[in-house]
């Protein structure tokens, strides 16, 4: 069946950097483009950007640019996103799901369950 | 930008009513519309697309209509497992992506 699995939860200081790993089965991984959202506590769901599995090429929101970078692994079905210069306002479970491309570019019908990353001294 | 407004924030009704929630986009997004529900605890899941287009294995009572700037997501008979925050979304202009705000539905 169709997943996305993610890395397990973090835990970083201000400042640093947080990887984020999300690994597809189940499907052909290079036919979806992989999006990434993410959602503070008790907030709603802010979308930050898209990688394109086959040539790793990435658009980012405005409101990440310059600090997020999303790579991709196609040996081993796996596209990795990086956020760096976390502040506090940066906790929040990062969801990776998968889209296609074309005119239902936004239908995101699979997710993955989510990562947990908290920012804290 | 485009700006997704919600409302209500939040909506009660009763069990077997109907339930309606609205999205307004501050701009055209044609039908370029879906809908997400997120129960706690886990990641959302995508109810309709294309505006009217239930997902897979979505139910009947779900239905979406609207298009432009005014879309609305209906459940036709509310049961205790819709319990949930509801997100509309936006992907009318490649590759962005607008989620709004959510509108929490609860049971009276």
């Known amino acids: 069946q169709v997943q996305l699995v993610q890395s397990g939860a973090e835990v970083k200081k201000p400042g640093a950097s947080v990887i984020v790993s999300c690994t597809g089965s189940?499907?052909?991984?290079?036919?979806?483009?992989i999006h990434w959202v993410r959602q503070a506590p008790g907030q709603g769901l802010e979308w930050m950007g898209l990688?394109?599995?086959?040539?790793?090429?990435?658009t980012y929101a405005q409101n990440f640019q310059g600090r997020v970078s999303m790579t991709t692994d196609m040996s081993t079905n796996t596209v990795y996103m990086e956020l760096s210069s976390l502040t506090f306002e940066d906790t929040a479970v990062f969801y990776c799901?998968?889209?296609?491309?074309?005119?239902?570019?936004?239908?995101?019908?699979?997710w993955g369950p989510g990562t947990l990353v908290a920012v804290s001294s | 930008e485009i700006v997704m407004t919600q409302s209500p924030a939040t909506l009660s009704v009763s069990p077997g009513e109907r339930a309606t929630l609205s999205c307004r986009a501050s701009?055209?997004?044609?039908?370029?519309l879906a809908w997400y529900q997120q129960k706690p605890g886990q990641p959302p899941r995508l109810l309709i697309y294309?505006?009217?287009t239930r997902a897979t294995g979505v139910p009947a009572r779900f239905s979406g209509s609207g298009s432009g700037t005014e879309f609305t997501l209906t459940l036709s008979s509310l049961q205790s497992e819709d319990v949930a925050v509801y997100y509309c979304?936006?992907?009318?202009?490649?590759?962005?992506?607008?989620f709004g705000q959510g509108t929490r539905l609860e049971i009276k």
């Open positions: 799901a998968r889209g296609e491309g074309g005119i239902y570019y936004g239908r995101f019908d699979r």
């Open positions: 990688i394109d599995p086959i040539d790793g090429s990435a």
């Open positions: 189940g499907y052909m991984f290079s036919a979806y483009y």
């Open positions: 701009q055209s997004v044609s039908t370029k």
């Open positions: 979304q936006e992907y009318n202009k490649w590759p962005s992506i607008t």
């Open positions: 294309a505006a009217s």
